[in-house]
């Protein structure tokens, strides 16, 4: 089923709409919340999750892109998942680790609310990341959208781990001077 149709069925308060959700996405969202989530449960929940946030988020929203919508959903509910734990167990994690990387290129801001600045910022991440050579592109999406671990990534690659290290230094050093030059990048 097209995605255009499936929006409908959400339009039309469908109880097909979850299910011929779940059957074209569900694999799909199940791959975001899994490596996020270190406990396949809670994966399974997140996942869960998305599909009653989308049922209740739909009637409002028509989404352009059907898998970004619900991408962006269950990244949402599974960092927030993780986000939990570790304040209960102060545990560490790929999750902590690959935010914490990115926390040097990612302007600071003391209003995070603002959504003006928050989608110019989106925008500019978004224009970057698709005007990277494809290697470079992959490890970017697979480390800070997917939060992959460096050596899930380095054998996907068929590279070493420094490399892909590497990889993600010099791209993330790239990012800032992107955004520093896009004037999104407010010194501390």
Not at 167 to 182: C, D, G
Request: charged share 35%.
């Amino acid at each position: 089923m097209e995605d255009k149709d499936i929006v409908d069925l959400y339009w039309q308060r469908s109880d097909l709409a979850i299910s011929e959700t779940e059957q074209k996405y569900g694999r799909y969202c199940r791959s975001i919340a899994g490596h996020i989530c270190a406990v396949p449960e809670d994966a399974e929940e997140c996942v869960s999750e998305t599909w009653w946030r989308t049922w209740n988020l739909m009637p409002d929203k028509r989404p352009a892109v059907l898998s970004a919508f619900l991408g962006r959903i269950t990244r949402n509910l599974a960092l927030d998942r993780v986000r939990e734990q570790t304040r209960k167990k102060r545990g560490g994690g790929e999750t902590g680790l690959a935010l914490e990387e990115l926390a040097e290129c990612v302007p600071d801001r003391v209003d995070l609310e603002r959504d003006m600045e928050d989608r110019e910022l989106e925008r500019a991440v978004g224009s970057f990341v698709a005007g990277l050579p494809e290697t470079e592109r992959t490890v970017f999406v697979l480390r800070y959208w997917y939060l992959a671990p460096v050596s899930a990534i380095s054998e996907r690659l068929g590279c070493s781990q420094s490399r892909t290290k590497g990889i993600l230094f010099r791209t993330r050093k790239k990012l800032k001077a992107y955004l520093q030059e896009e004037e999104l990048w407010q010194l501390r």
